[in-house]
C-alpha cells in the first residue's frame, strides 16, 4: 500500500490540509474549521483518502492540543516539526516572500515525504503525566500572574507610603496583603501601637520572627510620602484593588501547590527525581511534567541536555569557531533543571565541587549552574532510563569527590 503525507497548518479559526503521495502529488486540499462539525470533517476526509490511519502520517507543527489529540486518537500517525524547521525551509519551495495557510500545509507534508526520516512521530504521554503538566504549567502561569500585580502593587505604595512595602518581607504575602487592606494609607494607620499592631497579627496568625515593636518601627523608619487629600485616597483605593485581586489568587497557588506535591509522590517517576539532592517537590514535579514518561523520546542524555537548554551550540567554519548560548530549548525544563541544579549544591558535596570548578574558571554564576546542570542530567537520565532512585553510593563521582575531603 502506498504512504501518503499530510500537513496540517493550525490555526485559531479554520486549518488547512493537504495531502500528498510518495511523488509530491497532490491528492487531497481542503479548510475545516476549529468546532466539533469541522474536526468530523477533517476525520471524514482523510479517510476518504486513507482507509488506513496507519498510512498518512500528518506533520504539524505544534506537538500539543485539542487537534493533535483528534488525530492520535482516530489511530494517525502525528509528526511535530518545529517552526524553526518550516521557516528555514520556506526559501527552498518560493523565492518571494508570500505565505498562506494552504502553502504551508503542502510544505509540511512535502518535508515529511523527503525528510520525514529526520522526525519522529508524537508519542502520547501517559494520562498522569498530562495531568501534571497542566497543574504545574498552570501554576508557573498563576505565579507570572501574581508578580505581575505585586510589582505594579510595590511601585504604587512606594510612591506615597513605602513603609507599607516593607514591612512584610514579601508585599504578596497574605500578612503584608491584609495589613494593606486594613491600613491603606498612612492616615489608617497612623493610630497604629504596639499593642493594635499585635492584636492584627495574632488575628491573622502571623508566623514571622520579627516582634511588632520590630515592624513598627521598620514602618516608621521609612521615608514619608507627600500627596494631595484627592491623591492619596485615590492611591489608597488602588492599593485595596490590588489587595483584593492578588489574595484569591494567591490562595488558588497554595492548593495548586498542594495538590501538584500529592500527586507527584503518587508517581514512580516522581520520586526517582524527588531522590536527587534537594529536589523538593515542586521542581520535580515541574521537571517531570516537561520529561514524561515516554523514553523513547530521549535515547540519550545529549538530547535531552539539549531539550533542556542545558549545553551550547557550537558554530563552526574553517577557522572559525564559536560556542553560544542555546536559545532553542524547552525554557521550561531549563528553569526546572537549573533550580535543581542550584539547590543540589547546598547538599552535594560533588555538586558544590562542579559548580566551584567551573567558577574558578571564570564562569559566572548563571554559566556555572548551566555546567552542573550539565553534569545532573547525565545522572538524571541514567535514573530515568533504569527506572531507579538516585543512591550517593553508587555515584562514582560522588564517592570520588568524598574520597578526596575525607
Known amino acids: 500500500m502506498k504512504r ?10 479554520t486549518h488547512a490540509l493537504c495531502v500528498i503521495d510518495e511523488h509530491g502529488v497532490v491528492r487531497e486540499r481542503f479548510e475545516v474549521a476549529h ?7 477533517l476525520l471524514g476526509k482523510l479517510r476518504s483518502v486513507a482507509r488506513d490511519a496507519a498510512q498518512l502520517a500528518v506533520a504539524i507543527e505544534r506537538p500539543s492540543g485539542l487537534l493533535v489529540d483528534t488525530l492520535v486518537e ?10 524553526n ?3 528555514a525551509t520556506r526559501p527552498r519551495y518560493r523565492s518571494h516572500g508570500a505565505k498562506s495557510d494552504a502553502s504551508d500545509a503542502y510544505l509540511l507534508a512535502d518535508l ?12 502520547p504521554q501517559s494520562d498522569a503525566i498530562r495531568a501534571l503538566r497542566a497543574m504545574v504549567r498552570t501554576g508557573d502561569d498563576l505565579v507570572a500572574t501574581r508578580v505581575q500585580l505585586a510589582n505594579p502593587l510595590r511601585s504604587l505604595l512606594e510612591s506615597f507610603w513605602p513603609g507599607a512595602a516593607v514591612v512584610f518581607a514579601a508585599i504578596d504575602s497574605p500578612i503584608a496583603l491584609a ?18 499592631l499585635a492584636a492584627f497579627l495574632a488575628q491573622h496568625r502571623y508566623c514571622g520572627r520579627r516582634s511588632p515593636a520590630e515592624l513598627l518601627e521598620r514602618l516608621r523608619a521609612a521615608p514619608a510620602g507627600h500627596t494631595g487629600d484627592l491623591e492619596l485616597g485615590a492611591k489608597g483605593e488602588l492599593v485595596r484593588a490590588f489587595a483584593s485581586t492578588l489574595e484569591p489568587l494567591i490562595s488558588q497557588i497554595g492548593e495548586l501547590s498542594a495538590r501538584i506535591e500529592h500527586n507527584i509522590t503518587e508517581l514512580p517517576d516522581g520520586r526517582i527525581i524527588m531522590s536527587l539532592p534537594r529536589a523538593g517537590r515542586i521542581c520535580a514535579a515541574q521537571i517531570l511534567a516537561e520529561l514524561g514518561d515516554v523514553r523513547e523520546r530521549y535515547p540519550s542524555d545529549d538530547q535531552l541536555a539539549a531539550e533542556a537548554g542545558a549545553c551550547p551550540v557550537t558554530y563552526e567554519s574553517g577557522k572559525h569557531r564559536s560556542v553560544t548560548f542555546r536559545w532553542a530549548c524547552n525554557r521550561r525544563l531549563r528553569r526546572a533543571i537549573t533550580c535543581l541544579a542550584d539547590n543540589s549544591r547546598r547538599d552535594s558535596p560533588w555538586a558544590a565541587t562542579r559548580y566551584n570548578a567551573a567558577r574558578a574558571r571564570g564562569c559566572d554564576h548563571p554559566h556555572a549552574i548551566r555546567i552542573l546542570a550539565r553534569a545532573w542530567i547525565r545522572v538524571l537520565w541514567r535514573l530515568w532510563t533504569d527506572r531507579t532512585v538516585y543512591d550517593p553510593a553508587h555515584h562514582r563521582a560522588a564517592l570520588a569527590v568524598t574520597k578526596a575531603r575525607g
Open 179 to 196: 495589613f494593606i487592606q486594613r491600613y491603606p494609607t498612612p492616615q489608617a494607620a497612623s493610630h497604629l501601637g504596639e499593642k493594635r
Open 4 to 13: 501518503l503525507f499530510a500537513g496540517l497548518d493550525w490555526a485559531a479559526q
Open 112 to 123: 515529511l515525504r523527503t525528510d520525514g526520516a529526520r522526525f519522529e512521530a508524537l508519542k
Open 74 to 83: 482516530a489511530g494517525y500517525p502525528v509528526v511535530p516539526i518545529h517552526p
Open 35 to 41: 468546532s466539533t462539525a469541522g474536526l468530523h470533517q
Open 85 to 87: 524547521v518550516v521557516k
